[in-house]
């Protein structure tokens, strides 16, 4: 068991851009710029993404898009289709969902996930690997991947290798990635402060590392005592609850893997427990039950169910699930199983349906 969470930080590479050359491969292998009309070089607006061809010319996300229009007239400029990019994005998460339980979402192109399940790198790296298969065949676009033990150092690993790269960093090998990067390699510093830190002397994480506070309070405030943190190793965030919940969910890593259904079931049955305790604490009622089966080699599959009726009762929440199990088990030894429950609400759905008449 590793005492330290597994955290992966998944990012698609130049998002937009990639879905318009998947849509039209004709663009393949050309400069794209997706982003405001540059109307020949008088317009206004940024580039949103552009291809990696285009980045040859010096042209990055955010900058102006007439910049964008000197620094390579021919490139094929493309105003953003939002609602394409939002379906592709949604397919993304719910394969990110099914593949790994809660995720949390941070942009429409990235989202953070929890392994601490797989216990060990070795096979979250596996799982990284069988993720990004998962979005090529399915969705048709390569992401990069970055896997952590905390939240911060995961997003860190993900940039190192793009595009379509897979960056390990595991807790003994944090200080050695961490010291000879720049400090602006850590997000949240920009340029301001990037600059101010290398007037003084600081270049990179390892020179933050040896600062005493003092100095750098002056520069950041409050914000110092965390810097120090991450810049030492020693950051462990985990994924963050994001403002709505949609889901509550737990999973089971067997120590070896389960051919018996008494015992998957009894896993399954103590989860729910103490998810329905939850909902009870929160004072909420699921609607859709979900269960998540992975065997060995990470192919994981999910049925859920919903019903008419919201409910926390024990009792309902189990039936649905061994009814579940029934269906989808066809007595491949289990590795990993999951208990989500959804369509999380508020509400007292008894008297909601009294009001109702
Ligand atoms: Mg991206």
């Not at 094929?76 to 939002?82: A, K, L, S, V």
């Not at 329905?276 to 604490?281: F, H, K, Q």
């Not at 008419?308 to 088990?329: H, S």
Request: aromatic share 6%; net charge negative; glycine share 8%.
């Amino acid at each position: 068991m590793t005492e330290r969470k597994i955290i992966l930080h998944l990012d698609m590479d130049s998002f937009y851009a990639s879905v318009e050359i998947r849509d039209n491969p004709a663009l393949s292998g050309l400069p794209v710029v997706v982003g405001a009309d540059p109307m020949k070089g008088s317009g206004r607006g940024v580039v949103s993404t552009c291809s990696y061809e285009a980045r040859v010319y010096g042209i990055h996300s955010g900058m102006p898009i007439s910049q964008a229009y000197h620094l390579c007239p021919d490139a094929i400029f493309i105003r953003p289709d939002m609602e394409s990019y939002a379906r592709v994005s949604s397919t993304i998460m719910q394969i990110l969902t099914d593949m790994a339980g809660e995720i949390e979402q941070v942009s429409i192109d990235e989202a953070f996930l929890d392994l601490t399940a797989d216990q060990s790198y070795e096979q979250a790296a596996q799982h990284a690997s069988e993720i990004k298969r998962a979005i090529r065949d399915q969705v048709g676009l390569t992401c990069s991947i970055g896997i952590a033990p905390s939240r911060i150092y995961a997003k860190m690993a993900s940039e190192q290798q793009k595009p379509d790269g897979l960056t390990i960093i595991q807790p003994s090998e944090i200080l050695s990635f961490l010291s000879p990067l720049p400090v602006r390699s850590i997000p949240g510093i920009g340029k301001k402060s990037a600059q101010v830190l290398v007037n003084a002397g600081i270049r990179t994480i390892g020179d933050i590392s040896r600062c005493d506070i003092q100095a750098l309070q002056e520069i950041f405030g409050s914000h110092a005592v965390r810097l120090l943190q991450i810049s030492r190793g020693l950051d462990c965030e985990g994924l963050r609850e994001t403002g709505k919940r949609k889901s509550v969910s737990r999973e089971h890593t067997f120590l070896k893997d389960s051919v018996s259904p008494e015992e998957i079931l009894g896993f399954m049955h103590e989860m729910v427990l103490l998810l329905c305790r939850e909902l009870e604490e929160r004072d909420i009622y699921s609607r859709t039950i979900g269960i998540r089966i992975r065997y060995t080699g990470f192919i994981s599959r999910t049925r859920s169910v919903t019903l008419i009726k919201p409910t926390r009762e024990v009792r309902i929440i189990e039936q649905a699930i061994d009814g579940l199990f029934a269906e989808m088990w066809d007595q491949t030894p289990v590795r990993l199983i999951g208990v989500r429950l959804s369509g999380l609400v508020h509400s007292d759905p008894v008297q909601r349906s009294l009001s109702d008449f």
